[in-house]
């Protein structure tokens, strides 16, 4: 099979435009300069910071961004007005993504104007765009509906103004990967980008397609954010590229999964379980076959290495582990069972699972201490906790905990009760380590407004983590128990001797 791929992909991230557009997400400026900063150390080519039209507080991120004194392009999207224009260019952006609809839907129903009015729009835009120092990639809003020889007409005279770069957009997600292949090369007047969406799930085979078929720069979101079902997702797209092609994107991969949890962390929104790449499971084993290969060699199972894209394996304990899976786990925690021991701590795991029960780190440390008789005395015990939290106050939390003997209280304020009561907790715990929360995960166990509610959590210190969970009526108290539990068997002695031969007497 011959790859037509051009000599270096270039990556247009609009995580902070086009990615910021998905229901519920608002960033601050603050928070798009974190962002765009991240982005700019991996290696992405352009950012497209925002809309400057949108709002002052846009405007006000394009100017943070412009000037932060990054080596990628700073872009804003422009329609094909002069107005918005002047507020890009004013704003400090380096291009514009200038954006016109081709479609006779969207020329008709949209905008209700003509063909020849829609070419006369883009046209003088381009010329102005260039007037003011921008950079201009043209797009073509809904082109995959577009009537094709329209679409190039518009393209080759937009190149012939001044346009810089083209970009070909698949509005609602209806190309396919060979419609792509026979509709790009067409359009080569100029550096072409593809942008589409994943509405029918084929944003990442579309996007690939366009790029051997002469593309030479992919608009993509990180998680693959955006409207409705989302955008090209850039962790994907770099590791399809990486891993299946061969082409070195020059994307510094092992910041892939960093950078996909800061942007989940402030956008609010998680990212699913089994997602490529970056999921919580994407490198995570259970089944005995499974693990036991993995163990073996890494590669029996899994495509690529997890370091590649800054992530660690993990091999989680249910009811289909085996006994190799199970050892290799208690080892890692610091737990050296015999044989008898060994087959008790697994069939006591199997018959959690069974129970449908999602068995922690903590869970496994429990009944390994009990099954081999070693004394677990907590470092951390909880004496009281308050919680304040209305329509008109500031959810604020207030803990005292005893800390190997000494009492001790912390406060701290959150974005609500629960957040507020975690932030209590680590601050309360401060002197003997930094805990960080990594992963917080609710579920409702039974239904109503009694339900009982379990929280899994999954705490780090010092390069170490540890999963814990809480099972109560009430969140803020199930989550607490999860937190305190995770941080007792973090918190534990590491010069301890977990063996079945060490002194049983001893306390952790």
């Known amino acids: 099979m011959i790859v037509l791929f051009g000599e270096s992909i270039r990556f247009f991230d609009t995580t902070l435009r086009d990615g910021e557009q998905t229901p519920g997400v608002s960033l601050t400026s603050a928070e798009k300069l974190e962002i765009a900063t991240h982005l700019d150390s991996i290696g992405v080519h352009v950012i497209e910071a925002g809309s400057a039209a949108a709002s002052a507080g846009e405007r006000e991120s394009i100017r943070l961004i412009a000037g932060a004194g990054l080596k990628a392009e700073t872009c804003t999207y422009v329609r094909a007005l002069p107005a918005d224009i002047d507020l890009a260019a004013d704003a400090g952006a380096d291009s514009v993504h200038l954006v016109i609809p081709v479609s006779d839907l969207h020329i008709t129903k949209k905008l209700r104007k003509t063909r020849d009015q829609v070419c006369e729009m883009a046209w003088s835009s381009v010329e102005y765009a ?4 921008l950079i201009v990639e043209l797009s073509g809003e809904d082109a ?3 009537d094709q020889a329209f ?3 518009i393209f080759r005279e937009g190149v012939e103004r001044g346009a810089d770069r083209l ?3 698949d509005t609602v997600g209806l190309l396919t990967p060979e419609r792509a292949a026979g509709i790009i090369p067409p359009l080569l007047f100029a550096p072409l980008s593809i942008h ?4 029918l799930g084929f944003a990442l085979a579309n996007t690939v397609a366009a790029l051997r078929a002469g593309a030479s720069a992919a608009h993509v979101t990180v998680n693959g954010l955006g409207e409705r079902a989302g955008n090209t997702a850039l962790e994907e797209l770099v590791m399809a590229l990486e891993v299946l092609y061969g082409v070195k994107t020059g994307i510094v991969t092992e910041e892939l999964y960093p950078l996909s949890t800061h942007v989940s962390r402030l ?3 998680a990212l699913p379980t089994n997602k490529p790449i970056v999921g919580e499971m994407a490198f995570t084993h259970e089944s005995g076959i499974h693990a036991h290969g993995v163990m073996r060699d890494a590669s029996t199972y899994e495509p690529l290495k997890p370091e590649r894209v800054g992530r660690r394996r993990r091999i989680v304990l249910g009811k289909h582990s085996g006994s190799a899976a199970v050892e290799a786990a208690l080892r ?3 737990y050296n069972p015999d044989a008898a021991q060994l087959a008790e701590i697994v069939e006591r795991i199997k018959r959690m699972g069974d129970a449908g029960t999602r068995i922690t780190d903590a869970d496994i440390m429990t009944i390994a201490d009990t099954v081999m008789e070693i004394e677990f005395t907590p470092c951390l015990e909880l004496r009281q906790f308050t919680i304040v939290s209305g329509s008109n106050a500031m959810p604020t939390a207030s803990v005292t905990m005893r800390v190997n003997s000494e009492e001790i209280t912390g406060a701290a304020v959150g974005n609500g009760p629960v ?13 003997v380590g930094d805990v960080r929360l990594d992963e917080y995960r609710v579920d409702a166990i039974t239904g109503g407004t009694d339900a009982l509610v379990d929280v899994s959590v999954k705490l780090s210190k010092d390069g170490k983590s540890v999963t814990s969970r809480g099972a109560r009526t009430d969140i803020i108290m199930a989550s607490v128990e999860a937190v305190i539990t995770g941080m007792n068997r973090l918190l534990r002695e590491e010069h301890e001797d977990r063996s079945q031969d060490s002194d049983r007497s001893a306390a952790a």
Do not use: N, P, W, Y
Not at 130 to 133: D, F, T
């Open 130 to 133: 260039k007037e003011r120092g």
């Open 144 to 146: 995959s509906r577009a």
């Open 151 to 153: 679409l190039a007409e």
């Open 167 to 169: 970009c070909f957009c």
């Open 196 to 199: 589409c969406h994943d509405d």
């Open 267 to 269: 956008t609010g929104v």
């Open 332 to 334: 890692d925690m610091g």
């Open 419 to 431: 957040d507020a009561a975690i932030r209590a907790l680590q601050r309360a715990v401060a002197d």
